[in-house]
C-alpha cells in the first residue's frame, strides 16, 4: 500500500517556492506527495510534474474549499466558482497523473448552521446538480473525485459515512467515489472499521490522520482495526497524512488549528511514516500507547 503526506503538513498555501517539501517526503520514504491546491497561479505545474517525475514520487490532488468555492451556496455566482474550482482540480490532477482529486466537494469548509428542512434540501439540491457536471469532466478525464465527510465542526451537510453514500449513489457516477478522513471518521461514526466495511468499493482515499490530527500512533483510534477493514474490502488506494503545520489564516479559522499538532513538522512526518509504514506494510507491530 502507498503511503503519502499532504503539503498541509509543511506549508499553507503550497507554492513553486515550496517545492523542498517534495525532496523532504522522499527523503522520509513516502510514495506519495498530496498536492493540496489553495492557489493554483501560486505553482509551476509544469515544473512540479517535473520535480515528483525526477523523484519518483506519486502524486494525488485535494481541494481547499473556502466560502467562495460552494458549490451549495445560496448565491448563483459562488456556486459557479465552486464548479469552476472542482473541474480547474481534477484538469490539473489529469495533468498530474493523479488517480483522484479529493475534498468536501459539496460546500464550505466552515459553513455551520441549523437551516429549516426546505433551505437544507435547496441546497443540497444545488449541490447535486454541480456535483453531476463535475462527475461528467471527471468521466471525461479519467479522475475519480473522493467525496469526503467533514465531521461537525467543520459543516453541516455530510459528517457522516452513511451521508456520503447517500450522496454518492444519488449522482451514480463511477467517477464519483469517497474519501475517508480518519480524523473526522473518529468524531461522527461509532465504529471506524465497519464504516469502511460498509463503503466497500466507493472507497477510492484514505487520509490517515490520528485523533488530535496529530501523529498518526500517538492517539486512540483503532489502526490494527483499521488496517483489517481495508484489507477485507481490497482497498488499493494510497494512505495519506494530512494535517496542518503551518496553516494560513482562513485554513487555521476552518479546521479550527490553534496549536502546533507536534514538535515539528518534520518530526511528525518521519514518525508518522515509521508508523503507518509498520502497521499497514510491514506485519503486526503497534506503536506509542497502541497496546498488544
Avoid at 7 to 25: E, G, I, N, Q, Y
Avoid at 104 to 130: F, I
Avoid at 219 to 245: N, P
Wanted: charge should be negative.
Amino acid at each position: 500500500m502507498d503511503i503519502g503526506i499532504s503539503t498541509f503538513v509543511w506549508v499553507s498555501p503550497f507554492s513553486t517556492a515550496s517545492f523542498d517539501v517534495l525532496r523532504k517526503a522522499k527523503d522520509i520514504g513516502y510514495d506519495v506527495i498530496e498536492i493540496a491546491v489553495e492557489d493554483r497561479e501560486l505553482i509551476d505545474w509544469v515544473a512540479l510534474k517535473k520535480a515528483c517525475h525526477s523523484l519518483g514520487l506519486k502524486v494525488t490532488v485535494s481541494g481547499a474549499f473556502g466560502m467562495d468555492r460552494d458549490i451549495s451556496s445560496d448565491q448563483a455566482r459562488v456556486r459557479a466558482n465552486g464548479l469552476s474550482y472542482i473541474i480547474d482540480c481534477l484538469e490539473i490532477a489529469n495533468e498530474l497523473e493523479s488517480p483522484i482529486f479529493g475534498g468536501p466537494l459539496y460546500s464550505a469548509v466552515g459553513k455551520t448552521r441549523l437551516v429549516p428542512e426546505a433551505q437544507k434540501q435547496q441546497e443540497r439540491q444545488w449541490c447535486l446538480e454541480n456535483l453531476h457536471l463535475a462527475a461528467r469532466r471527471a468521466e471525461a478525464l479519467g479522475v475519480t473525485l473522493a467525496l469526503e465527510p467533514l465531521n461537525r465542526f467543520e459543516t453541516d451537510m455530510i459528517n457522516t459515512v452513511d451521508q456520503a453514500i447517500a450522496l454518492v449513489d444519488e449522482v451514480a457516477s463511477d467517477r464519483l467515489k469517497i474519501l475517508l478522513d480518519t480524523f473526522h471518521n473518529n468524531i461522527e461514526e461509532k465504529n471506524i472499521p465497519a464504516s469502511i466495511l460498509k463503503l466497500g468499493d466507493r472507497l477510492v482515499h484514505v487520509q490517515a490522520n490520528e485523533n488530535d490530527r496529530g501523529t498518526p500512533g500517538t492517539g486512540h483510534l483503532d489502526w490494527l482495526g483499521i488496517r483489517d477493514a481495508l484489507q477485507t474490502i481490497g482497498y488499493g488506494g494510497s494512505l495519506v497524512i494530512e494535517t496542518f503545520g503551518a496553516p494560513s489564516k482562513e485554513l487555521a479559522r476552518a479546521a479550527s488549528i490553534w496549536r502546533p499538532l507536534a514538535a515539528s513538522a518534520d518530526e511528525l512526518a518521519a514518525e508518522g511514516f515509521g508508523f503507518l509504514k509498520k502497521t499497514f506494510c510491514g506485519g503486526e507491530g503497534r506503536y506509542s500507547n497502541q497496546i498488544d
